[in-house]
Every structure is written in C-alpha cells, then in structure tokens.
C-alpha cells in the first residue's frame, strides 16, 4: 500500500514569508507525527496527534509553529514569518496507536527541505 | 530523562567485512529500540526494533541488533557489508510517555568501500 507523503518535496521561501507543508499519513494510522531535521540539532521531535486528542505540541519551537490535522488524516505544519533557522528538513511519521508492541513502528514520509533565504 | 547516544559520527567499513554500528541509551523502565536509515535526499526507512523477547533482533536487508540491557547498548550489525550499505543510521528510543515520540541519536555515515 502508499506510504506515507508529503508535500512539497522542497520549498525555498524568503524569510519572513509563511509556508504550509502537508502530510498525508498511512491509510489507516491514527497517529501522526512532525520531526525536523537539521543540521545543529539533528532529528527533533515537533508535535503528535492521536485520533480527537488534543495534540502534543510539546516540541514546537516557538509560536509561529503551528499543526493541525483535519478529519483525522491530513496535517499542515505552518511556519509563520519563516527565519533563516526554519531551514530544515521535515519530516512526519505515521503509525497505529503506541502501546501495541506490534504497532510500534513509526513509518517517515520523505520529508519537505524547506530552505529560508 | 531519555536519550540516545551514538559514539562515531562515522563508520568505515571495506565490502564484505563484517560492520557494527553502536549505540547506547538511557532510559528509566524497559527500553523500545529501533534502528532506522536514511539515504541521500530520502525519508528515514524502519530497519528494526526491539520491544520484548530475544535479544538478538533480526531486520531489513540482513541486518541485525543485540539490545544487551547490562551495557545499556543495540549496536547494528551486518555480517557482510556492501557497498549500497553506505548510508546515515539513526537509533532512536521510544519516548515513555504516552505520545511514543521517538528521541534520536545524532546519526552515523556508514562509508562502506569496493
């Protein structure tokens, strides 16, 4: 079956702008996750989702990061008023439910390289 | 708290010789390990985990993991490796806490060599 997708692949913006990136998860998987990737900080969590649950935005950098995910499937991670920092790539990652042994693994999407000029 | 410590930024490694890639952790509890790797401009792809059971974990395209819970390590190996090896490989640890976000290390190059 489709993996996980995410779209753009890549993204060049000028600081200061707004992006949106999307995150279409496995069919089926109820939990979705953002990671970024850089070169300073290497692979950080960003924010969970799990079905109606409030989201876990404990990862967020700051204020101009936000998620949301809309019916249960697709996300949107928005980066407002991009800096030069945002420059990352990023990543998000599906899978059932943790507790489950069996569920436990996280799949990654491609990621989006989101360069900030 | 939780981390992931990968101790070489890079591994060197000839084709066909036995590879290990190490990786320690630190976790209160027991411990959900797994092993990704990532290739040039893709997504990390899922080699293998260890949840419960043997400790000896077998994975993707003939790799596979010790967890030993007295040296709190889950090294990689592969008996033989080959050139297309040669990638960046992630340990990561589950978060305990009930999202089961995943804390990484910082990564390791493979460099396999004809």
């Known amino acids: 079956g489709a993996g996980v997708s995410q779209s753009p692949s890549n993204k060049v913006t000028e600081k200061g702008k707004d992006v949106e990136l999307r995150c279409d998860p496995i069919?089926?998987?109820?939990?979705l996750y953002w990671y970024r990737q850089s070169l300073g900080q290497g692979l950080e969590f960003l924010i969970y989702f799990q079905g109606n649950s409030a989201p876990d935005k404990s990862g967020l950098p700051s204020d101009r990061f936000s998620a949301e995910r809309t019916g249960g499937s697709v996300s949107t991670l928005t980066i407002q008023r991009t800096q030069q920092e945002d420059s990352a790539v990023y990543l998000c990652a599906s899978n059932f439910p943790p507790g489950r042994p069996s569920q436990e693994t996280q799949y990654f999407g491609p990621g989006t390289r989101l360069l900030v000029l | 708290a939780q981390s992931v410590a990968q101790p070489e930024d890079q591994v060197n490694v000839a084709e066909g010789n036995p590879l290990t890639v190490k990786c320690t952790y630190s976790?209160?509890?027991?411990?959900?390990l797994f092993w990704y790797v990532q290739y040039p401009n893709r997504g990390l792809q899922f080699l293998l985990k260890?949840?419960?059971?043997?400790?000896l974990v077998k994975g993707s395209y003939g790799f596979e993991a010790e967890f030993n819970k007295s040296q709190t390590s889950f090294h990689l190996k592969k008996p033989s490796a080959l050139v297309s090896d040669s990638a960046l490989y992630f340990c990561?640890?589950?978060?305990?806490?009930?999202?089961?976000?995943?804390?990484f290390g910082q990564g390791t190059t493979l460099q396999v060599k004809p």
């Open positions: 976790v209160s509890g027991n411990p959900y």
């Open positions: 069919s089926g998987h109820t939990a």
């Open positions: 260890y949840i419960t059971g043997d400790n």
């Open positions: 990561a640890v589950r978060d305990l806490r009930h999202t089961g976000k995943l804390i």
